[in-house]
């Protein structure tokens, strides 16, 4: 079974700042994707980058970048240059296997409420 | 990216009562979708897979007869609350994979809010 860990409930950061928003994961598959999402107060789900296991480079997208660290099986997402509206609710999630078939679930973490200070 | 819409986008019912969501994938095809649950500051919580043409899958624990499951159409499903209490009060969400490749993403609806009187 697959498992995601996110351990922060709250983060704080001032405007402008970078912030670091930490993701553990357990899965005995070797072929996995992740993921994560932004939820604002609206309730929409957001996606904001995708890291594949096999992938030799972290992914990058815009002021996201996912920090992949196979071996202590963790994808960290930073946020660089923090703005007001990346306050909101932010979500790992994880497929596997990553085989990209239309069926297969996603497992969430419980997520981590970052706050954004001006 | 893909577009799924979800509609209501909030409902207000009272007890006994039923009520039909609609989720609705606009600019692809999705054979499956999956429908969510989430309680206030909680994570998202898979209710069921629904699959084009055939039956819903459901997770443990979530009764089929109370929230029913029909994938009638390549582009819709919808998710009915049955005699729907205060305790069903939730915000459901919708979700499908965009086609294409292994780096697809589960693109989500809007959500719906739903408040049991």
């Known amino acids: 079974a697959q498992k995601i860990t996110q351990t922060q409930p709250g983060m704080f950061v001032q405007e402008k700042e970078a912030v670091t928003l930490d993701c553990t994961y357990d899965t005995s598959d070797q072929s996995y994707g992740l993921f994560w999402y932004k939820q604002p107060s609206s309730g929409e789900m957001i996606f904001l980058i995708y890291q594949g296991s096999y992938d030799e480079q972290n992914a990058t997208e815009g002021r996201y970048s996912l920090n992949f660290q196979k071996a202590r099986k963790s994808a960290n997402l930073v946020i660089s240059a923090s703005q007001l509206g990346d306050s909101a609710m932010y979500f790992c999630?994880?497929?596997?296997?990553?085989?990209?078939?239309?069926?297969?679930?996603?497992?969430f973490g419980k997520g981590t409420l970052l706050t954004v200070n001006p | 990216g893909a577009v799924v819409s979800q509609h209501p986008s909030w409902v207000i019912c009272k007890s006994g009562t039923s009520v039909k969501i609609e989720c609705r994938s606009l600019?692809?095809?999705?054979?499956?979708m999956f429908w969510y649950r989430q309680f206030p500051k909680q994570s998202l919580m898979l209710m069921a897979t629904?699959?084009?043409?055939?039956?819903?899958?459901?997770e443990q624990g979530v009764e089929k007869d109370k929230f029913l499951i029909n994938h009638a159409s390549l582009t819709l499903s919808t998710l009915t609350v049955t005699s729907a209490h205060p305790e069903d009060s939730s915000f459901y969400i919708c979700?499908?994979?965009?086609?294409?490749?292994?780096?697809?993403?589960?693109?989500f609806g809007p959500g719906t809010r739903l408040t049991v009187l």
């Open positions: 629904s699959n084009e043409g055939s039956k819903a899958t459901y």
């Open positions: 999630a994880m497929r596997a296997p990553n085989s990209g078939g239309s069926n297969y679930k996603l497992t």
């Open positions: 979700s499908a994979w965009g086609h294409g490749g292994i780096t697809d993403t589960q693109y």
């Open positions: 600019d692809f095809q999705a054979t499956t």
